[in-house]
């Protein structure tokens, strides 16, 4: 029995022990966390997104942003293992070695008439003669009797001088038990008789049986409607069905608003009258015919109500005229963009996997997603992608910028600023007499036109292709495609959060990286890219380069000078983008890098990559076949020395474009073993297309 208390004694330590173990490290990684982010902002200062109070919290919002379900429950289980700790430290008892002479107040080694006359003084005080207390008792006879019968009785004697117990072996091996088969449950549930026995069943079903079935079911439920990007399966099937290669920038919308999470979006009938004015607010932007505006808008009416509120309530974003939305449809907006980013990525990769048999993706929509993207971000209306005045993106590059608008635009325009580029690349002292004598800026509003051009990425892209291991790329090779990107900005961060005011929720930049052929309209190879998690970079580009370098027959001093070299590269704002393609039939191909941001407007980045691919020789033998035009660099390279300006696909200008030009990509096309490039200008490349 005693045995049995002493075991039901360790159930709180079973306890503590348990729930410490996922506890602690938890804790440690969610501190670990929040020490490691970096004290210096990486978010816009500018008095617009100050303004929009998206990144200044009162006392009561940083409350309620640290208490979250998973920071309360957390604290919780820490109070409950508090409270395990200080019931264990007073209610348990110690399991001391049974010692008669300290029982008995004794000093080791004392006389026989020293211990009769220190029992018979304890005698006194706990005999039930004496005393009639039952703890009294206890103790006289489990402790008091047996100290004495230790040091007098000499069979006692010797079993306590082997054993340390005078009651022999048989005590010492139910105390070796007591220690070995103990178990760490109340003492109730070890009692199998009565109703404790159907206790320990219960117990037993509901912790193995019955909470494991409870979690899988709710995660299979879940993970049945959703994917890992909480993005429902429905909403996938439906983007994939309606994704076609010919799709518009300007029909991507049609298709991004089909999403099965919009359509799950209440319809109220008191918001008829608002939507209606929303509805006159936006008619310029639902591409409506304006000959048939009356059979136009009735047909627009007759969609899915769902869809109706869906595409009105985005163009309020697009349009700015959000300000005059009912609480009910704020709620709703609110809800539809910050879903947006999930939907527009998933969107986007329906566009980009391989949809033919060469395991190509389509150009097109791709570029129309990326667009839309940044117009959601920016509150920039698609309209405003318009070619004017020799700008292939129109003016939506400068709306992004605070303080400016259209007649901002114009008055630049008169001093032969065109283009955004242009704008960007002036000195910071000429940009500022411009838009304070021309535009008629203040100087505050200058300051934050500074802040943000200074927030905004100006990429360089470096892209190689090769056959490792060989010379030159045969019909069926698995291609290698190497391409650093590199991110500098004018303020230094490498990683920093887009200027966004008005889009309510954090965002952050990211940028894919796409190697398409834009005559073919095919997507070769795609891969999405970040400035934002460092660590995550160093590791995969060290993985990628030593992978390479094994394959390819590398010493390990040149594979770790290698792995050295990339991870200086990224920590100095550079990523890597590693991947394989199958080499197409023989023959001369053009193809386009594409490096397109989803959050900024006239960051894209676009250069040419060209290399020729040749016929298969027998047994596998390699024949280096050089190009025949254009200088050659090592291994059969050739290095694409044309201006970004001319290399921009004319196939591939904004939908909103006014100019017709004739196709130049299918021309002339050089020929080359393998391909690189590498471009480093500033000039920001238009990444729409034309109207099919």
């Not at 005393?131 to 100290?147: Q, R, S, W």
């Not at 409870?214 to 983007?239: C, D, E, F, I, P």
């Not at 808008?297 to 985005?314: G, I, N, R």
Request: proline share 5%; net charge negative; charged share 25%.
């Amino acid at each position: 029995m005693a045995a049995s208390e002493e075991t039901s004694a360790l159930f709180p330590i079973f306890i503590l022990t348990i729930m410490a173990i996922p506890i602690v490290p938890y804790t440690i990684t969610k501190l670990c966390r929040a020490a490691s982010k970096k004290s210096k902002s990486i978010h816009c200062q500018c008095n617009d997104c100050s303004r929009s109070g998206k990144y200044r919290k009162s006392i009561f919002q940083r409350i309620l942003s640290v208490s979250t379900y998973s920071n309360l429950t957390l604290l919780l289980l820490w109070v409950i293992m508090i409270i395990l700790v200080y019931y264990i430290k007073t209610r348990s008892t110690e399991i001391t070695v049974f010692d008669p002479f300290s029982i008995l107040g004794l000093e080791p080694g004392a006389t026989e008439s020293e211990i009769k006359k220190n029992y018979r003084r304890l005698s006194i005080q706990y005999h039930p003669d004496k005393n009639p207390d039952p703890e009294a008792h206890k103790y006289f006879v489990e402790h008091i009797a047996k100290a004495y019968q230790a040091l007098t009785d000499p069979i006692a004697r010797e079993n306590y001088e082997k054993y340390g117990h005078p009651d022999g072996r048989q005590m010492w091996n139910i105390l070796l038990q007591g220690f070995q088969m103990g178990i760490a449950l109340p003492q109730f549930l070890l009692n199998i008789d009565g109703a404790s026995g159907g206790i320990l069943l219960l117990w037993i079903v509901g912790l193995c049986i019955l909470l494991p079935l409870v979690v899988a079911v709710v995660y299979l439920s879940r993970s049945s409607k959703y994917t890992g990007n909480y993005v429902m399966h429905q909403t996938l099937s439906t983007y994939y069905y309606f994704m076609k290669p010919s799709l518009a920038p300007s029909k991507v919308m049609d298709v991004f608003t089909k999403a099965a999470e919009y359509m799950e979006i209440p319809v109220r009938r008191t918001d008829d009258e608002p939507l209606q004015k929303l509805f006159m607010l936006v008619r310029s932007e639902l591409n409506l015919d304006l000959k048939n505006i009356k059979q136009e808008q009735a047909k627009f009416w007759k969609q899915h109500p769902a869809l109706v509120k869906t595409e009105l309530l985005v163009q309020a974003q697009l349009t700015r005229e959000f300000g005059a939305l009912s609480p009910s449809l704020a709620g709703d907006f609110r809800r539809i963009l910050e879903t947006a980013p999930r939907l527009l990525e998933e969107l986007m990769k329906m566009a980009v996997i391989p949809r033919n048999a060469q395991g190509h993706g389509w150009l097109r929509p791709a570029i129309g997603v990326v667009e839309l993207s940044q117009c959601i971000i920016q509150a920039v209306p698609l309209s405003a992608r318009k070619t004017t005045g020799g700008s292939p993106e129109g003016i939506a590059p400068f709306l992004q910028l605070p303080h400016i608008s259209e007649a901002v635009v114009k008055k630049v325009a008169r001093k032969k600023v065109r283009t955004f580029q242009e704008l960007y690349d002036m000195d910071a002292q000429e940009r500022d007499e411009l838009l304070t004598q021309t535009a008629g800026l203040s100087s505050e509003e200058v300051q934050d036109v500074e802040i943000v051009l200074g927030m905004m990425p100006s990429l360089t892209l470096d892209v190689t292709c090769e056959t490792e291991g060989e010379e030159g790329i045969q019909e069926g090779d698995i291609v290698t495609i190497h391409a650093w990107i590199n991110n500098k900005r004018g303020n230094g961060l490498i990683a920093a959060l887009p200027h966004a005011p008005y889009y309510p929720f954090h965002k952050e930049e990211n940028f894919w990286f796409l190697l398409a052929d834009s005559v073919s309209n095919n997507v070769w190879f795609f891969q999405k890219v970040s400035f934002m998690d460092e660590g995550a970079a160093v590791t995969a580009a060290s993985k990628a380069i030593a992978e390479s370098k094994e394959g390819s027959g590398a010493t390990p001093k040149e594979t770790s000078k290698a792995v050295a070299e990339a991870v200086e590269k990224v920590k100095g704002g550079s990523r890597l983008v590693m991947g394989k393609f199958q080499a197409p039939s023989e023959g001369n191909y053009n193809l386009t890098c594409y490096c397109l941001c989803d959050s900024w407007l006239g960051c894209d980045r676009k250069t040419n990559l060209k290399f020729k691919v040749l016929k298969r020789t027998r047994a596998g033998t390699r024949g280096a076949v050089l190009a025949d035009e254009g200088p050659i660099m090592e291994d059969g390279i050739e290095e694409d020395e044309d201006h970004e300006d001319e290399e921009y696909d004319d196939d591939y200008e904004s939908e909103y474009s006014e100019d017709e030009e004739d196709d130049q990509n299918s021309k002339n096309k050089k020929q080359a073993a393998n391909g690189t490039t590498k471009k480093n200008g500033q000039a920001d490349e238009s990444s729409g297309s034309d109207e099919e």
